[in-house]
């Protein structure tokens, strides 16, 4: 039978992924001869043999690739036969410009972990086991081509069992980088805080002596995968609230880690999809309901419905929570920080960052490269047609919250090719997104911009984003706030380098953002809800209850929420009270002794003049008190007027428990008036004011509340769809992330026609912010 060849060129997630051993596998099956090597853009195959069994390698290459591998592009060329006599994996080929996409970390995969537990393995118990398919990749990457001296796996010389491994085609850890095992590979350790940095356990005996520290209620700082977690045991109330106190969080839930999916289903309720993703690769945390009656303590997540839960995703971790009695079922596991900082990702950091916070560390010396937090993600089922919205045969329902661990670095494709640009993102939730073919490179989770160590992170990311993926931005794009630390750091790069910059609003940056993910085209404008609670306008008031009509160049402001003053500026925005009498003062409401924020303010005790006096004068004189349209401010003033909540710990807070009292069955809605544009709550107001004083539970109140703000949007979208007669709507801002408001609106819009666009790929919060200005900058600039 006549011999010819096939030159094979793939393009995708394809190194460190076992992806040459598979087609050595596939080749050697076949009895095909040639080779297959890695090059900086792919992986390229060269193979003789009949058009019969080419055609056959070709279909498995294209169908049974292994699992975390991900083709992107696939281009055959057929020529002449070569004559090879044998297969090989050939020496990889460098070319200087050009990249692949890098693996984020992986979670540990069933045979290692049943290899970890059988006692005849000689990686029994070994805390840092892995293979092609599973283990740590982003987070210790220094840079490309992925290989073992270029991670902070390179300072571990391998023993020869592991070189035998690593060197043999037809191993599951051929070529896995970081292989190890006890001979050769990083260890565990186990230290009192004391300042004196000696190890107390080693090894195995670490593991057992940091279960018992768990079980007698001490709180462990360990070094995990992207960085430190502060663990406790879950049950003990006393741990966990000392934790509390010593990390400055009052009541922000805490996440937590259990062994697997009986216990997770023993205190709370997960659906289907929600196991799925807890069981996903990713192994992200998924915010659950509380099953009423589960034993973890309530200071776990106070004044929660639901409790954010991972498996374990390390070996550490298996060993840790390897189920047995008297030891925590249940960890607590927070990133291992003071409140706001970053992460701690180093020993020495740790020790000085952390040992005011934990009694005890689990350390080991493998090195963190770069710092990545545990992501965080809802499931959302609203019946949207697959297709509907296209999201790359992610899983539809998957709904991000924070996006970072097990995500980042992989790109977000784009519906166009993409010069190489930076977008620097917002202040809060900070990521940013280097952009280059078709692909948004969208960071892990940066935080907030606000203290130095993060603004570090944020730099240091930047650096090394370019670096990994050989992007040299040709522009920039940022906020419009001319105080962002991001935007001052653009400022000052795009002068350095000469190059251009664009300033993108933030409420158009949401609606991009959205539009990107869904490979929206951007021939035709959507209508773009961009409901948030802070965003800087063009006209420098607070903008955040905007409804757009835009696509990526340009954007209307259709309608938006009347500006009311928030006085005292941030300060209104932890003290929801005073957003209350804003608004109030607004809707022209007196302030009445029996509203919950007006007797709430009466009842505060000063030295000086009292607040409420300086209230005032701020709504006189509109000094210190910035106008805003906030849409989470009015949010805020609701739960403020229902006496949920005055104050608030952390952000949202208010609306977030005004959410949880939601009557489901509660249909009733409020009237909001629609004026030239602008949308007034008094009336709703003045309604929830009567229903408080007709003795109306809280809970109804609440649905009314809720249910008039999807009524609105509603109303607002037939209005803009008789006008023009787009029936486009995207979803985005930070307001998205209440499931009841989200699945209200998403059931009336699918109901009337609507096509609906959600954010399935990076939050609906800040955190996707960057995605939808590097989409913007594009648009803008001509490039
Ligand atoms: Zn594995
Ligand atoms: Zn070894």
Known sequence: MALQGVRIHITGIVQGVGFRPFVYAAADRLGLKGWVRNTSAGVDIE??????????????????APPLSRIDSFNIDWIPTNNFTSFEIIHSEGKSGDFIPISP?????TDCLAEMFDPNDRRYRYPFINCTNCGPRFTIIKDIPYDRPKTTMGSFEMCPACQAEYDDPLDRRFHAQPVACPECGPLVWLEACNGQSRAIAHQDSAIHAARASLAAGKILAIKGLGGFHLACDATNLQAVDRL???????????ALMMPNMETVVEHCFASPAEKEQLHSRQRPIVLLKKRPGSPLAEQVAPGQTTFGVMLPYTPLHHLLLEPEPGIPGCLVMTSGNLSEEPIATGNDEARQRLADLADEFLLHDRDIHIRCDDSVLRVFESGIEKGSSPNQGQPSSQYPLRRARGYAPDPVQLPWKMPPLLAVGPELKNTFCLTRDQYAFI???????????????????IDHYERLFRIKPRAFAYDLHPDYLATRYVLERSQHE???SVAVQHHHAHLASCLAENQHPGDRPVIGLSLDGTGYGEDGAIWGGEVLLGDYQVYQRLYHLAYVPLPGGDLAVREPWRTALAHLHQAAIPWEADLPPVSYAQALTTIGRHPLDILQQQLNTGFNAPPTSSMGRLFDAAAALLGIRQTVNYEAQAAIELEFLVDETETGVYPFEISNQVLHPAPLLEAMIKDLRRGITRSVIAARFHNTMADLMLRICHRIQAESDINEVALSGGVWQNMTLLEKMVTKLMEDGFIIYLHHQVPANDGGISLGQAAVALHKLNL
């Open 47 to 64: 193979v003789d043999g009949t058009q019969e069994q080419l055609e056959s390698f070709i279909g498995t290459l294209q169908k049974q």
């Open 105 to 109: 970390d992986v979670s540990i995969c």
């Open 244 to 254: 509390r106190t010593k990390k400055l969080r009052v009541d922000k839930p805490f």
């Open 443 to 461: 960071s892990h989770h940066i935080g907030d911009l606000e203290n130095y160590e993060t603004l570090r992170a944020f730099e240091e990311g």
């Open 498 to 500: 000469s190059l251009p």
